[in-house]
């Protein structure tokens, strides 16, 4: 790991975690709404074991203990990060470590596995090691979600470039040629925005119409990308790698 991204991830909390997601630093259940909107009809049975890879705050796990399942754990290249995570969730709950070292030695554990706002973070070098390990980690019936940043968004270059560990994005296509690679069964689908204000409901449906119609319009294709949904969720299961 170079000297940047070491210095970066050493307390992301308290550096880049600070300008970027400030918010959920200051109270865990600020995605809530987000997690039970998009995540709600993917989860598992309570008894489930379930692992986050790149807990940072551990938000995601504290919603996943309200939802009743117990069986959780974290891993996390940041040592500030996971010091945070720990004082809500409970000491050992979030592991401090390489993801794929951790996942080496957890071959058929996991009935779960899901990765938020990390994928992005992974040098593309890196990524076929990264997911391969996740995919080995699986139980033969388990499930992998993985949520990234949608490049194809309205506002997708604020997303590459607001955080100085973003390696890479991703659109609909270029992740679903990821997850071909490890799964029979897999579905990309747009993030849908939770807590939306009244004229938000009113008017999201017919700008995001006349938005596609002006793509269409310019004649350059592009009417059928997913530019309304911030983040790409990726939902396979069926490991190929056993």
Not at 181 to 208: H, N, W, Y
Request: glycine fraction near 8%.
């Amino acid at each position: 790991m170079d000297q940047l991204r070491r210095m970066l991830l050493h307390n992301y909390r308290a550096g880049q975690g600070q300008i970027s997601s400030a918010s959920v630093y200051s109270d865990v259940r600020a995605f809530w709404p987000y997690y039970e909107r998009n995540y709600r009809t993917l989860l598992p049975s309570r008894d489930a074991t379930v692992l986050e890879v790149g807990t940072g705050h551990g938000g995601l796990l504290a919603w996943l203990r309200s939802r009743g399942i117990e069986n959780i754990e974290g891993v996390d290249a940041s040592p500030g990060d996971v010091e945070y995570a720990n004082t809500h969730l409970g000491e050992g709950v979030v592991k401090h470590g390489d993801a794929v070292e951790f996942l080496n030695h957890s071959e058929k554990k996991y009935d779960l596995i899901i990765t938020k706002a990390v994928l992005e973070h992974i040098p593309k070098h890196e990524l076929y090691e990264f997911v391969s390990a996740m995919c080995a980690a699986l139980t033969p019936k388990g499930r992998l979600i993985i949520d990234v940043p949608n490049m194809d968004w309205v506002s997708a270059s604020h997303e590459r470039y607001m955080d100085l560990t973003h390696e890479i994005g991703f659109t609909k296509q270029s992740l679903e040629s990821l997850l071909q690679m490890f799964f029979e069964d897999f579905e990309v689908i747009g993030s849908q925005p939770a807590c939306l204000t009244r004229s938000q409901k009113m008017l999201r449906k017919p700008v995001i119409y006349l938005y596609r119609k002006f793509l269409y319009i310019l004649g350059e294709g592009g009417e059928d990308i997913m530019f309304a949904s911030r983040s790409l969720i990726g939902n396979a299961s069926r490991a190929k790698c056993r």
